[in-house]
């Protein structure tokens, strides 16, 4: 390191020249990638191809979802509960154990407000230019800086909301109805409304969002606990704070280690001071542990005066990780990952619906007994089409009057009427009667369902 | 991360409420639109209502989607005007507080 003679404090009060250190920090690092893989993920999501279809798509017009090799029904809900059930509790387990993780890492509003706060810096330059050209008169420098931030935003904004929307409707078919000007008044207004959700989030609103309108910001305190990991700012190391000269070894024996340069607040997107004690504001994105590290590397203090621990630790405690929040919340997923599992695995690829006819209660055919009318819906979930044969056990002689075989092509709906009949000495009354659908092509399906069959009260 | 000076973009008391009122609303309306039409084909709505311009499923889940988020947002409106307190009501006399909803 070299000798510097200029007080350490205003060296480090001209965010200009310290800036770029908060870029090159570890967590931010971290950040910037955890912002590429998972804009990634969101951006090429649409395009990936399963077996010759969209991998992920929720096709709200078919009202089908496929997520790669599976497929939802709306009779399905549970199996999205389940996931969406599943996804929260490892959200709990991840915030008792990590903290804000979520929060300074995955959330998409922290990932775009990031992209954002990145061309804005590409076009207008760093905090203090940013002020600068704020503060400027209009210029031509100013001009096309501004505009052009604009445009890449808008740019950036509507290629959100046409790929969110390629989630919901394939997105080929989508991309061609755009380029041939022929898309669907709602496809549209849908890519203009998320586009403009994104700008308003990312572009405009920012920490803002996470301090007043996120609710699991405000919720998510009741997972903490004593162990779990947090930012914060090592007290008892740090103050008292005040600002030195390099090499002041007085002041190094009546002062702490903070130099009291502020980079912590400076850096710190919802404008917070860490050394204040954790804050519900605090995102946890840890720019200010980069920020603390960079001037503790240039002072020649050793790092981590602000540092991701924990509240025992701090207080000279031990840290205990396995503790009963956490088993509590191990348990629950456990539970779930197999509730999920055995559902799927039991999971028939055919619903069976039978609907009686009411219109008429029984008929009455003479010789051949009496005889119930049933509508019955056949979905076949399945990617391949199938041969089903109808069967029926009720009543002495109860049979199937109609053809019992059919085949259902691939994930369709198919009506198939079924009448049944009864002799008359056994139809008396009201009976309980179980369908059994099977298929006949060795695909090993077999699922039954209860109706009623309904005779005369009087016997002849 | 956004390095912008954010002391003079803190929102005020009014725009935090409204924005929560806004974005809160948003959130459960989308999780009400799941829900309900996870059980309701959206279509059979669309036959019922009969109209030019409502013709298909997107349409459907669209208008439910709004219907559910109006809901939502009128709701947490009069439960914000509900609960102002006193001193933000408007006086007896004179001309009206600030309104604080």
Redesign the interface.
């Known amino acids: 390191m070299t000798e510097v003679s200029v007080p350490v404090s205003s060296l480090y009060q001209s965010e200009g020249k310290v800036?770029p250190r908060?870029i090159n920090g570890r967590f931010?690092r971290l950040?910037r990638l955890a912002m590429f893989v998972l804009l990634g993920m969101f951006y090429f999501g649409p395009f990936l191809t399963w077996n010759g279809r969209q991998a992920v798509l929720f096709d709200?017009?078919a009202?089908k979802f496929y997520i790669f090799g599976l497929t939802l029904w709306?009779q399905d809900?549970l199996f999205?509960a389940l996931l969406l059930i599943l996804a929260a509790i490892t959200l709990f387990f991840v915030t008792a154990l990590g903290g804000r993780l979520w929060c300074g890492y995955a959330c998409p509003q922290t990932v775009w407000?990031?992209a954002f706060?990145w061309i804005e810096r590409v076009f207008e330059g760093?905090?203090s230019k940013?002020?600068k050209l704020d503060k400027a008169s209009m210029s031509w420098n100013k001009l096309w800086r501004k505009t052009g931030k604009q445009i890449a935003w808008v740019t950036l904004a509507l290629i959100t909301g046409f790929c969110f929307v390629g989630y919901f409707?394939p997105v080929r078919e989508l991309a061609a109805s755009i380029a041939s000007f022929e898309i669907?008044g709602?496809?549209l207004?849908?890519v203009l409304f998320y586009g403009f959700a994104t700008y308003g989030n990312a572009g405009f609103?920012?920490?803002?969002?996470c301090k007043?309108?996120?609710?699991y910001a405000r919720f998510q305190s009741s997972m903490f606990d004593k162990d779990t990991l947090i930012i914060t700012y090592d007290e008892q190391r740090g103050e008292p704070r005040g600002s030195r000269r390099r090499g002041d070894d007085a002041a190094r024996e009546s002062l702490g280690d903070c130099i009291d340069c502020t980079m912590c607040v400076?850096?710190?997107?919802?404008?917070i001071d860490i050394r204040e004690g954790l804050q519900y504001e605090c995102i946890a994105?840890a720019?200010c542990i980069d920020a603390c590290d960079s001037i503790m590397d240039k002072v020649g203090y050793p790092r981590g005066l602000v540092r991701y621990s924990t509240e025992h630790a701090m207080n000279g405690k031990p840290t205990r990780i396995l503790r009963p929040r956490l088993l509590i919340y191990s348990a629950l997923l456990f539970i779930l990952v197999a509730a999920f599992t055995a559902s799927l695995i039991a999971k028939q690829p055919v619903i069976l619906d039978v609907l009686k006819d009411r219109n008429a209660l029984y008929r009455d055919i003479g010789r051949n007994g009496i005889e119930n009318t049933y509508a019955m819906n056949v979905i076949n979930k399945d990617q391949v089409a199938h041969t089903y044969e109808i069967s029926v056990v009720g009543p002495t002689g109860i049979s199937i009057a109609t053809p019992t075989t059919f085949e259902v092509p691939a994930e369709t709906l198919k009506e198939i009427p079924v009448a049944v009949r009864v002799p008359h000495e056994f139809a008396k009354g009201g009976h309980e009667i179980i369908f059994t659908l099977r298929s006949t092509d060795g695909s090993d399906i077999v699922i039954t369902e209860e109706s009623r069959f309904r005779g005369p009260t009087t016997s002849y | 991360m956004n390095d912008e000076t954010h002391y003079d973009r803190d929102w005020d008391r009014d725009t935090q409420k409204r924005a929560a009122l806004i974005w809160i609303s948003f959130l459960v309306a989308a999780a009400m639109t799941l829900v309900f039409f996870a059980f309701v084909d959206p279509i059979v709505l669309v036959d019922q209502i009969n109209h030019k311009l409502l013709h298909n499923r997107e349409v459907g889940y669209s208008i439910g989607f709004f219907f559910f988020w109006s809901g939502c947002l009128a709701c947490g409106w009069l439960c914000l005007r509900l609960t102002r307190r006193k001193r933000q009501l408007p006086r007896r006399t004179g001309r009206a507080g600030p309104s604080n909803d």
Do not use: N
């Open positions: 800036y908060e931010t950040r709200l017009p009202r709306p809900f999205l407000t990031e706060a760093d905090r940013r002020m409707t669907g709602w496809a207004f849908w609103m920012r920490e803002q969002v007043y309108m996120c609710p400076q850096v710190c997107p919802t404008g994105c720019a």
